[in-house]
């Protein structure tokens, strides 16, 4: 028997609300993906079918709560923001949306996110570090960033993302309050070298 299509995405659904919801009860490291194949009712095997590992899980978890979180920044971007303030809107935005998988977003930045650069040159299928990069480069683009300057700067906007992403999965500040304060360091950090004339 054939499964169509949309059978296929309703039980990838199911596997990530399963798993979402096994993470944040058991712990990332305590729940497998045997907990995950028999709370959906289906064969460990056959979840193998969807995703290739438990990290692969919480990798598609990140993507669909950041897919989210792009919906949010177009609807809370203001006319004529600061670049500043767009970058550090279209961060915030994520943080916001990844708070329910903050306790699991290690193995999100270790197996997604550490090296966009060579995981692209890999062509691991990722679409994290490309899709985001992406954003920020049309938020550039619309304050009229010179592309070339993006070019060489894409790295080290990168590092500091992903600093700010593992200090917030650690931070125990009211509200992650001091993640924010980095944030908007790192952004005005970044910012003022980008519009800098060298």
Known sequence: MRITADAKQATRA????VA????????????????????????TGTLFNYFTSKEDVAV??????????????AKKRRPRALLREDLFLQ????????RSLRTFIQPVI???LAAPMSSAAAGDGRRLP??????V??????HRVDPER?????????????????????????????????????????????ESDG
């Open 14 to 17: 199911r596997i990530l609300e």
């Open 20 to 43: 979402g919801r096994l993470f944040q009860e058991k712990g990332f490291d305590e729940a497998t993906i045997r907990d995950i194949a028999a709370e959906v009712g289906m064969a």
């Open 60 to 73: 598609a978890l990140a993507e669909a709560a950041i897919g989210q979180a792009d919906v949010d920044f």
């Open 91 to 98: 961060v915030a935005t994520q943080l916001r949306r990844l």
């Open 110 to 112: 270790e197996t997604a």
């Open 130 to 135: 490309g899709e985001h990069l992406e954003a």
């Open 137 to 142: 480069a049309e938020i550039l683009h619309a």
């Open 150 to 194: 993006w070019s060489m700067a894409a790295p080290i906007y990168w590092a500091l993302y992903v600093g700010v992403l593992t200090f917030w999965a650690r931070d125990t500040s009211p509200r992650q309050e001091d993640t924010l304060a980095m944030l908007d360091q790192a952004i005005n950090m970044f910012t003022t070298w980008l």
